[in-house]
């Protein structure tokens, strides 16, 4: 089934470790999407790529980092991880950045730091 | 930065309609989305507008204004199924999506 895969599930982390979460699609979109979603400030984007090998900042970049070597993947990476970090991760692709592409989201990683 | 508001909650019984609203201001503007996130889960698609006026699509319509900076979600005919929460986003002048924070609907039998 075409979609878009998140791994893991879900993570409990120790402050200070590095992680990184896993996204790929296999509808061959050009442009994908970190988010993170927190209770009472929904989705907010952390980095973006329009098409692969090419990244961009978000709203709330700081502490993350991204790449896109190849069309289906987009990791992020977390470098150091702090507790405000903790939060639902998801990720989006997209067909391209043209104003009517809906974005279609992957399942989600829920991510604790402690 | 962007300012996308909607109501926190919103109850109402099975059969019955119910009017989301969502204002926003934002830097620039290129279509406004609404999506459907059941809890535990994915948001879904469900609209796009990007010119004034109505938008059917089934049980569900989602209207524009953008002189107005406003938009509603209207869920017509409810079912239990609809008990979700209901982000409205907009695509700003950059072409990337801004939420609010959405509005989380309950419906009792």
Known sequence: IAGITQAPTSQILAAGRRMTLRCTQDMRHNAMYWYRQDLGLGLRLIHYSNTAGTTGKGEVPDGYSVSRANTDDFPLTLASAVPSQTSVYFCASSQGIAAYNEQFFGPGTRLTVL | ?109
């Not at chain 2, 009017?19 to 879904?44: D, K, M, R, V």
């Not at chain 2, 107005?68 to 008990?83: A, F, I, N, T």
């Open chain 2, 1 to 109: 930065g962007q300012n996308i508001d909607q109501p926190t909650e919103m109850t109402a019984t099975e059969g019955a309609i119910v009017q989301i609203n969502c204002t926003y201001q934002t830097s620039g503007f290129n279509g406004l989305f609404w999506y459907q996130q059941h809890a535990g889960e994915a948001p879904t698609f469900l609209s796009y507008n990007v010119l004034d006026g109505l938008e059917e699509k089934g049980r569900f319509s989602s209207f524009l204004s953008r002189s107005k900076g406003y938009s509603y979600l209207l869920l017509k005919e409810l079912q239990m199924k609809d008990s979700a929460s209901y982000l409205c986003a907009v695509r700003d002048s950059d072409y990337k999506l801004s939420f609010g924070a959405g509005t989380t609907v309950t419906v009792r039998a």
